[in-house]
């Protein structure tokens, strides 16, 4: 007949005795790639490496931007003396400049000028000293004339050390036609020589001389500065003369040249 209906399953029996282990089986097949991990903690750094082989060099760069200008280097050392040149081409002649004032004396000769005046008595009254060209042709710095005493009197110059190298006298006679003139007496040493002297001598110096001994010397070549020349001046020795009418008194010139 026909099979019958299938019963209702029974109840789970209770779990077996777990049998023993069977043989490893065949490995299975290489199962997917599972998804990346997270990214591990940096390690710590390791040692330096050896230093590598030097390259070679590379290519030469781009000139770079101009630098600013450096401070002014010191000045060297002056060079030797260069070989003296060519003479060059003369140059045409400029024009005449014109001419420049009269220059004063030079230093090399000084010469002094003093005026003596004397009264309708013809009596000395007194001198001074002057530059009648107003150039400075005669000086009068350092030089005086002392009071007279009679017809003597004294000359001194204080800037000269040594004494003068010829003294002239112009005398005036005032008298009119032919009587006017100036009288010219250079003063010498040949036996009219009572009527001027060099004086102010206070003390007189040893002198060392390998001639003679007990020698002295007032200094007249070092220290002239220190003395003055004196004069008597009076007509007997000069020729001056005045002239009654028209009245016109006379006078003197004295030139003394160093």
């Keep these: 007949g026909a099979n019958g209906l299938s019963g209702i399953d029974g109840i ?3 779990q ?25 903690l940096q390690g710590a750094q390791g040692d ?19 630098g600013f200008q450096g401070a002014q280097g010191v000045d060297g050392a002056q060079g030797l003396q260069g070989p003296e040149g060519a003479q060059g081409v003369g140059g045409f002649d400029g024009a005449q400049g014109a001419d420049g004032a009269q220059g004063t004396i ?18 000395l009254v007194g001198g001074y000293f002057l530059d009648p060209t107003g150039i400075g042709t005669f000086n009068t710095s350092g030089a005086a004339v002392g009071s007279p005493t009679g017809y003597n009197i004294a000359f001194s110059f204080s800037n000269e050390t040594l ?20 009288v010219i ?32 010397d007032a200094n007249l070549f070092s220290a002239f500065n220190g003395l003055n020349i004196q004069l008597d001046v009076q007509s007997a020795n000069f020729d001056h003369a005045r002239n009654a009418i028209p009245a016109q008194n006379t006078h003197m010139y004295i030139l003394f040249r160093f």
């Excluded at 030079?106 to 009596?123: C, P």
């Design 12 to 14: 789970d029996g209770a």
């Design 48 to 66: 330096t490496g050896a230093q590598g082989a030097e390259g070679a060099q590379g290519l030469q760069g781009a000139q770079g931007d101009q």
């Design 163 to 182: 004494p003068p190298v010829s003294v002239i006298a112009y005398a005036a006679d005032a008298r009119t036609g032919s009587n006017a003139k100036y």
């Design 106 to 123: 030079g230093s090399s000769a000084k010469t002094y000028l003093a005026r003596l005046e004397f009264n309708s008595a013809s009596a």
């Design 185 to 216: 007496t250079h003063l010498n040493g040949g036996g009219d020589n009572l009527s001027y002297w060099i004086k102010g001598i206070t003390t007189w110096s040893a002198f060392s001389s390998g001639l003679a001994t007990n020698q002295v």
């Design 16 to 40: 077996g005795v777990i049998g023993a282990q069977g043989l490893q089986g065949a490995q299975g097949d290489a199962g997917t790639n599972g998804a990346q991990g997270d990214q591990g």
